[in-house]
T-cell receptor, first 113, second 117 residues
Framework: GESVGLHLPTLSVQEGDNSIINCAYS??????FIWYKQESGKGPQFIIDIRSNMDKRQGQRVTVLLNKTVKHLSLQIAATQPGDSAVYFCAETPMDNFNKFYFGSGTKLNVKP | DVKVTQSSRYLVKRTGEKVFLECVQD?????MFWYRQDPGLGLRLIYF???????EKGDIPEGYSVSREKKERFSLILESASTNQTSMYLCASSFTSFRGGSGNTIYFGEGSWLTVV
């Protein structure tokens, strides 16, 4: 079946450094990918998304890269701040079925001051 | 701003009690979902609904039921709460058809922490 997973369960970075969080997916029919941030005790918050017809998309301090050849998704956070400390997870859905979302288990990002 | 509101943030219930978790969304989404989130297990789908009065079982429906009488409201019901249902419950919603941009994102509520003693 489909699965979405993460390479690193915990990532520690120094404040001001860039962070890269990775995600692998197995469903080649996936069309739409989303990154979420979940702070302790809160619900997941949308960060950025990308469709399968794109390789890269940029937001404010965040960039998502999609490599369809190896089914790999990454989230880059520039100049990481203490407020970025959270669990980040990816999600994907096939474009012909928005009833189906597949979620990764998450990577915990620790930002050291 | 998109909004999914879960009425109860923290609940403590006794084993055997009936529990209602309510969720309201203001985005006119067709789809609504109930997930539970446990450490190390990620998000697991309990039930989802793609229209009023319509529902489908997710991956872990046992011990739960749902109700969707209005488009904006989706309720999760634990008929007889058990200690293994202690968890964080997340409600979410999304559109069912392609909208473009970020219109097909699934949006989450803040979560309901349920403890069954």
């Amino acid at each position: 079946g489909e699965s979405v997973g993460l390479h690193l369960p915990t990532l520690s970075v120094q404040e001001g450094d860039n962070s890269i969080i990775n995600c692998a997916y197995s469903n080649s029919a996936s069309d739409y990918f989303i990154w979420y941030k979940q702070e302790s005790g809160k619900g997941p918050q949308f960060i950025i998304d990308i469709r399968s017809n794109m390789d890269k998309r940029q937001g404010q301090r965040v960039t998502v890269l999609l490599n369809k050849t190896v089914k790999h998704l990454s989230l880059q956070i520039a100049a990481t701040q203490p407020g970025d400390s959270a669990v980040y997870f990816c999600a994907e859905t096939p474009m012909d079925n928005f009833n189906k979302f597949y979620f990764g288990s998450g990577t915990k990002l620790n930002v050291k001051p | 701003d998109v909004k999914v509101t879960q009425s109860s943030r923290y609940l403590v219930k006794r084993t055997g009690e009936k529990v209602f978790l309510e969720c309201v969304q203001d985005m006119d989404h067709e789809n609504m979902f109930w997930y539970r989130q446990d450490p190390g297990l990620g998000l697991r789908l309990i039930y989802f609904s793609y229209d009023v009065k319509m529902k489908e079982k997710g991956d872990i429906p046992e011990g739960y039921s749902v109700s969707r009488e209005k488009k904006e409201r989706f309720s999760l019901i634990l008929e007889s709460a058990s200690t293994n249902q202690t968890s964080m419950y997340l409600c979410a919603s999304s559109f069912t058809s392609f909208r473009g941009g970020s219109g097909n994102t699934i949006y989450f509520g803040e979560g309901s922490w349920l403890t069954v003693v």
